[in-house]
């Protein structure tokens, strides 16, 4: 019986020997693991909005005062001791200093892109510079931004003090940044800060001069007269083509991009509106002639054409 136990033990042992020894020379099979399924590809994000849609939105929303307000409309509402609206001086700190519009603060043009994101959305805004030419650009890019603004006719030196001889004041008004402010699509935000962080010296205008030597040497240029039909009939630059302000954003599509496009107005300041929109819809050679027609053109006594 013990033999046999013994026998039995040891061929046990020699069967797991065997068994072993299969299973480590043998070819094992390994499920593969199943593949992971790849994930759809997103979808392509839409922006909300495109540029060219606000900068047409611009043109629609636009009332009869072209986002404009007169001296003494303003004048009144100060004299009211109207407080519902921010007064923006939007000169220079040194000109700001020296005298400006009673209760205005200062935020200088050239700074006006890292101001946008804090300025209230909740009240009108009423900005004003030296002749309403660059008022217009800031004014536009603006509402554009999604705040309520206008800008006062002939700025500070043609309008205010020249025209009017309006009071004025020297106590600084400090600016405090709103609670309540303008969120635009990222995106457009971002073409409209731009717009001032990447402002050339020039600051988009030409003056009579300047424009007159250009067409002289026949330099490829395109001239959009924004006054009314029959203004333009009466008399303008030569060469020029007329599309009415309010009438832009119907012939976005008819600005040149390969050269560059003087605009002029009567006094610069809607010309200055329409470049600043043009610029953020890719006319990127947009400049306005300073001044405009009256102040500028026909003040430097320049060559009319029928």
């Excluded at 040891?10 to 072993?20: D, E, H, N, T």
């Excluded at 909005?49 to 007169?70: C, E, H, L, P, R």
């Excluded at 004025?168 to 609670?179: G, H, L, M, R, Y």
């Excluded at 107005?265 to 990127?284: D, E, P």
Aim: glycine fraction near 8%; charge should be neutral.
């Amino acid at each position: 019986m013990k033999k046999s136990r013994i026998k039995w033990l040891a061929m046990l042992l020699v069967g797991l020997m065997i068994s072993a020894f299969a299973v480590g020379c043998g070819t094992t099979t390994t499920q593969a693991p199943a593949p992971t399924p790849t994930p759809p590809a997103a979808a392509p994000t839409t922006p909300a909005v495109t540029i060219q849609q606000v900068a047409d939105k611009y043109f629609t929303n636009m009332g009869a005062d072209v986002y404009k307000i007169s001296e003494a409309d303003l004048k009144a509402k100060l004299d009211a001791g109207d407080t519902s609206f921010l007064l923006i001086d939007i000169r220079s700190a040194e000109d700001y200093a020296k005298s400006h519009i009673k209760g205005a603060v200062n935020i200088p043009f050239a700074k006006m892109g890292e101001y946008l994101d804090k300025l209230p959305a909740d009240r009108e805004i009423i900005e004003y510079c030296y002749t309403g030419q660059t008022a217009g650009q800031t004014v536009a890019i603006m509402n554009m931004y999604g705040l309520k603004a206008k800008s006062v006719n002939l700025g500070f030196a043609s309008g205010w003090v020249g025209k009017n001889n309006f009071p004025v004041d020297t106590a600084p008004v400090e600016f405090k940044p709103a609670t309540n402010v303008a969120k635009p699509d990222p995106a457009i935000a971002k073409i409209l800060t731009e717009y001032f962080t990447k402002m050339p010296m020039d600051v988009h205008k030409i003056n009579s001069k300047d424009l007159q030597a250009k067409i002289d040497k026949g330099e490829p240029m395109q001239v959009v007269d924004l006054r009314s039909a029959e203004d333009f009939a009466k008399g303008h630059i030569k060469g020029a083509i007329n599309i009415p302000f309010k009438e832009v954003n119907k012939h976005f599509n008819e600005f040149a991009k390969d050269k560059p496009v003087y605009v002029y107005c009567y006094t610069g300041q809607t010309a200055g509106q329409t470049v600043a929109v043009l610029h953020v819809i890719g006319i990127s050679q947009a400049y306005s002639l300073h001044g405009g027609w009256d102040l500028g053109w026909m003040a430097d006594k320049m060559p009319v054409t029928q």
